[in-house]
């Protein structure tokens, strides 16, 4: 790991912090345009959920070098009340928010990796990462 | 040249040539652009992109303002771009959805296959149409060793999957039923006890067995309260309702039913149905039970298999053909 950045997600502002931290390393590791608002839609969609439904929580941004590929790696991270059926709230078209494509599947659809753990009453992780191509 | 850069190219030639001379041309060359992004996936955010990226190529002396607004697009777009990928999966999902229900038909239609007995005194005829890929109807011959035919009709309340998969279950009860037990009013309490165990209380069968005799002639026939058929006296000429009373399959496991009988004669007919039929819907609202009777009478001269396959097809023109619900047409005419 060469750079760990992170943003507590308390209120709905540092939804923007963390589009913000996410742009800047992006744009560093060289993504496109258009892949630099994936990542970022993507991050904000994870922000948003820990906002909305955990309280709080963190995302936390690394950027990767592994055999020369580099990517960006997401943490989001929250102790709220976790998620009791994960492929239920994976399902396209289901969604609490009512949003179209919006939430876990549309985060999901934007990066290349996409790792979720979760435990109900303890919380939920979720790790996402996108390659540079 | 990779699709994606061929694309770029297209976009690129298109746009220049309309910002050079606003034409409809230039305009039909985009729709055809627009065509071929949706077929190799292309998703809005990628065409701001490029059109910001084209727009930079043509006119270097561009404000630069004007080419941060497509920043700003292109993050507003972001969630048309989720939407349409989400779009796009739901599709597949559909399809494979829908294959699966066609295999699924194509089982159940192999699991409820019937045989139509072939004797000489009774010519029979039978149609079922589902009103979806599945059928919610079902229809069942049998025949013992004493030349006996069980004909079995029975309707599940409901249409679709649930309805389908029910049926099954009417259908190896059946199969199952002692061979000596084929009086109608003990075939519908044996059915009845399995399907009150069984299904679902929310989910309610009707049904009509009957067993003719070729030796006398003899029609014995019981109802669980299903749409009554019709019989036809080749004497008189008359159609008059086979009414029977009984309650539907699935309500009280101790229900008893009552047999009637009726005696065959030469060139007489028992017309049995599912609600699917009396319930075709016209424009001029649902069918008269009369209505049905002069389709009956228009195709009386014909084999017992014609008549309800023209019938069916009668029916199916008159509501614009779109079943509304599962439809089944049995005929049993008397040579004897």
């Not at chain 2, 194509?106 to 296959?113: A, D, K, P, S």
């Not at chain 2, 979806?132 to 035919?149: A, K, L, P, S, T």
């Not at chain 2, 003990?186 to 299904?199: G, K, Q, T």
């Not at chain 2, 679902?200 to 067993?211: K, V």
Request: aromatic letters at 8%; one cysteine or more.
């Amino acid at each position: 790991m060469e750079f760990q950045s992170c943003v507590k997600i308390i209120n709905e502002w540092d939804i923007v912090a963390a589009r913000q931290l996410g742009r800047n390393v992006a744009k560093e590791l060289g993504f496109g345009t258009v892949d630099q608002a994936r990542i970022t839609t993507a991050i904000s969609e994870l922000a948003r959920n820990i906002y909305l439904y955990a309280g709080q929580g963190s995302v936390s941004i690394e950027k990767l070098n592994i055999n020369g590929k580099s990517g960006l790696k997401i943490i989001a991270e929250d102790q709220g009340p976790g998620i009791e059926d994960i492929r239920r709230v994976m399902e396209d078209g289901y969604t609490t928010s009512g949003g179209l494509g919006a939430g876990l599947p549309g985060a999901k659809r934007l990066m290349d990796d996409f790792d979720i753990e979760s435990i109900p009453g303890e919380g939920t992780k979720i790790i996402a990462t996108k390659w540079l191509r | 040249m990779d699709i994606r850069e061929n694309m770029e190219k297209k976009y690129h030639e298109a746009l220049s040539t309309y910002l050079k001379d606003q034409n409809e041309q230039a305009l039909y060359q985009g729709q055809k652009i627009s065509r071929l992004h949706i077929k190799y996936n292309i998703s809005p955010e990628e065409i701001i992109s490029m059109h910001k990226n084209n727009l930079m190529e043509l006119y270097p002396e561009l404000p630069g303002k004007v080419l941060d607004s497509f920043d700003f697009l292109l993050e507003v777009m972001m969630g048309y771009g989720i939407a349409y990928r989400e779009h796009q999966s739901l599709r597949h999902q559909q399809q494979e959805l829908k294959t699966e229900i066609e295999i699924a038909a194509n089982v159940q239609h192999t699991l409820l296959e019937t045989e139509i007995p072939d004797i000489k005194a009774l010519e029979i005829g039978a149609i079922s149409v589902p009103a979806r890929q599945m059928n919610g109807d079902y229809y069942h011959f049998v025949q013992d060793e004493n030349e006996r035919i069980g004909v079995g009709i029975a309707d599940v309340i409901g249409k679709g999957i649930p309805a389908a998969l029910c049926m099954s279950m009417i259908k190896y009860a059946m199969d199952s039923l002692p061979e000596h037990r084929h009086e109608p009013k003990s075939v519908l309490e044996s059915l009845n006890r399995v399907v009150e165990h069984n299904v679902d209380p929310s989910m309610f069968i009707t049904m009509f067995y009957g067993l003719y005799d070729p030796h006398d002639r003899q029609f014995s026939y019981a109802s669980a309260g299903h749409e009554p058929g019709f019989y036809y006296d080749a004497a008189t000429g008359a159609f008059s309702d086979l009414d029977a009373k009984g309650l539907l399959l699935g309500v009280d496991k101790k229900t008893r039913y009552r047999q009637y009988e009726k005696t065959v004669n030469r060139g007489d007919m028992i017309i049995l149905l599912s609600d699917g039929v009396t319930e075709c819907r016209t424009n001029d609202g649902f069918i008269e039970r009369e209505t049905l009777i002069g389709l009956i009478k228009k195709n009386m001269h014909l084999q017992a298999q014609e008549m309800v396959n023209n019938i069916y097809k009668q029916l199916e023109k008159m509501q614009n053909f779109q079943l509304r619900d599962d439809f089944t047409l049995i005929i049993l005419k008397s040579n004897v």
